[in-house]
């Protein structure tokens, strides 16, 4: 079975990336990426005094509408591609900021930066059980999670969910056979980005 060409954390100038949502697209496109998932910051921790972040629900808001134009695009005009809205967070940022600021039901995969220690998986845990409680998100939704190493600077990120994925694909066992290739891959890199 053939892997689908993908990249599941991207950032764009909306936090530390070189270029726009559209011009990710657009390279995605030109290489024919099947699935990319568009994962700017999201920071209130020191990272927000050195990188843009999406810290407001006002650039929160502006990075959704750009995502929602481009996957109107992609559908409008029958591209192959699959654009999932994403979101990278920061687990220094402040547990409040990130129950006041983001909805988890808005994202499709989200992702969370610096797990390093039980104290944060504790963390994440917390953050889980408040969305569960507070926005409606199902506890299925939020065990359906995947693990990758994230080479950088983290012994492990964790994926959150990606419940349509599977259905598209067709079968169970192409999402286990799918799941599978992301978990046991150091790097899930399909391009870098353009400079």
């Keep these: 079975m053939d892997f689908p060409k993908l990249n599941f954390h991207t950032h764009t100038i909306f936090s530390d990336g070189k270029n726009s949502i559209r011009q990710l697209v657009s390279v995605a496109l030109k290489i024919g990426l099947d699935y990319l998932a568009i994962t700017d910051h999201f920071s209130d921790s020191w990272k927000a005094n050195v990188i843009p972040t999406l810290d ?42 990130i129950n006041t600021l ?68 067709g079968s169970a066992k192409k999402s286990a056979h799918f799941w599978r290739g992301i978990r046991f891959q150091h790097r899930i890199r399909a391009f870098q980005e353009p400079t």
């Design 56 to 97: 407001s629900v006002r650039k929160i808001e502006a990075y959704m509408n750009v995502i929602e134009e481009c996957q109107d695009y992609l559908k409008t005009n029958n591209k192959n591609l699959r654009l999932f809205k994403g979101i990278e967070i920061d687990i220094g940022s402040s547990e409040k900021i």
């Design 102 to 169: 983001i909805r988890p039901k808005l994202f499709d995969i989200i992702l969370f930066e610096y797990i390093e220690s039980p104290e944060g998986i504790s963390f994440i845990t917390n953050i889980l059980k408040h969305w569960k409680k507070t926005q409606e998100t199902t506890w299925s939704e939020c065990r359906r999670s995947a693990y990758r190493l994230h080479s950088t600077h983290t012994p492990t990120s964790a994926i959150l969910p990606l419940p349509c994925l599977g259905e598209e694909m």
